[in-house]
C-alpha cells in the first residue's frame, strides 16, 4: 500500500531563517505531487505541484519554492521566511494518468511557527 | 484554489444523530467530487467520492447526494460518533483539466457526548 511521509511534523523558525520540508511518497511511482498550505481555519491553498522529476509548476507567487530530486521526493524550500509563512503545510499525491486515478491522498502535515 | 473565508460554518450534533454537511461547488462543468475528513493537526483523509452520472453513493455510515441541477453537494453521517469531530471539505474536478481538485472552505462538524 501507498504511504506518504513528510517531516518535521513541527517547526519553529526565526524570521529571515531558510526553510526546508521533505515529503516522500513509497509505493506507488511517478506520483504527481502537491504542496498546500492552511492557515489556521480556512481551506486549503495549492502552492506547487509536480509531475514528474525536475518539473515544477507554481500556483502562486511567494516567498516559497519547491523542488523535485526524485520521483518520490517533494521539497518546499524559502532562503528567508516571512511572518506570514506561518501555516500548516500539507503534501498530496495522486496518480492522475487517469480519471479514476485523481483522488489525491494527504500526508500529516508540517506545522511551521515563524518567530 | 484557495477557500476563501475567515470562519469555518460549524455544526454540532449529538452523539447519535445523524449529520448532513452541505457543499456548494462552483464549476458547473465539473465532474468528479470529493469529500475529506481533517481532525485536528492531521492531514485531510479521503471519505468517499462520486462522480457526476451518480446521484447518490454510499460507504460505511457515510451519503454521498449530488444535486446537479443546484450545484450542491451533501454528505450524510449516520449515528455521528464523538470521533466524526473534524472539518470536512468538500473537492470538485473536472474533466480535461489537470486532475488537481479546487477545495470547498470546510465545514467543522462537533459530536456532543
Known amino acids: 500500500s501507498q504511504t506518504i511521509h513528510q517531516w518535521p511534523a513541527t517547526l519553529v523558525q526565526p524570521v529571515g531563517s531558510p526553510l526546508s520540508l521533505e515529503c516522500t511518497v513509497e509505493g506507488t511511482s511517478n506520483p504527481n505531487l502537491y504542496w498546500y498550505r492552511q492557515a489556521a481555519g480556512r481551506g486549503l491553498q495549492l502552492l506547487f505541484y509536480?509531475?514528474?522529476?525536475?518539473?515544477i509548476s507554481s500556483e502562486v507567487s511567494q516567498n516559497l519554492s519547491a523542488s523535485r530530486p526524485q520521483d518520490r521526493q517533494f521539497i518546499l524550500s524559502s532562503k528567508k521566511l516571512l511572518l506570514s509563512d506561518s501555516g500548516f503545510y500539507l503534501c498530496?499525491?495522486?496518480?492522475?494518468?487517469?480519471?479514476?486515478?485523481?483522488?489525491?491522498?494527504f500526508g500529516p502535515g508540517t506545522r511551521l511557527l515563524v518567530l | 484554489g484557495e477557500s476563501v473565508g475567515l470562519h469555518l460554518p460549524t455544526l454540532s450534533v449529538q452523539e447519535g444523530d445523524n449529520s448532513i454537511i452541505n457543499c456548494a461547488y462552483s464549476n458547473s462543468a465539473s465532474d468528479y467530487f470529493i469529500w475529506y475528513k481533517q481532525e485536528s493537526g492531521k492531514g485531510p483523509q479521503f471519505i468517499i467520492d462520486?462522480?457526476?452520472?451518480?446521484d447518490k453513493r454510499q460507504g460505511q455510515r457515510v451519503t454521498v447526494l449530488l444535486n446537479k441541477t443546484v450545484k450542491h453537494l451533501s454528505l450524510q453521517i449516520a449515528a455521528t460518533q464523538p470521533g466524526d469531530s473534524a472539518v470536512y471539505f468538500c473537492?470538485?474536478?473536472?474533466?480535461?483539466?489537470?486532475?488537481?481538485?479546487?477545495f470547498g472552505r470546510g465545514t467543522s462538524l462537533i459530536v456532543h457526548p
Open positions: 473537492a470538485e474536478s473536472l474533466d480535461g483539466g489537470s486532475y488537481i481538485p479546487t
Open positions: 498530496a499525491w495522486n496518480l492522475g494518468a487517469s480519471r479514476l486515478q485523481e483522488t489525491q491522498y
Open positions: 509536480s509531475v514528474g522529476i525536475g518539473q
Open positions: 462520486i462522480r457526476s452520472n451518480m
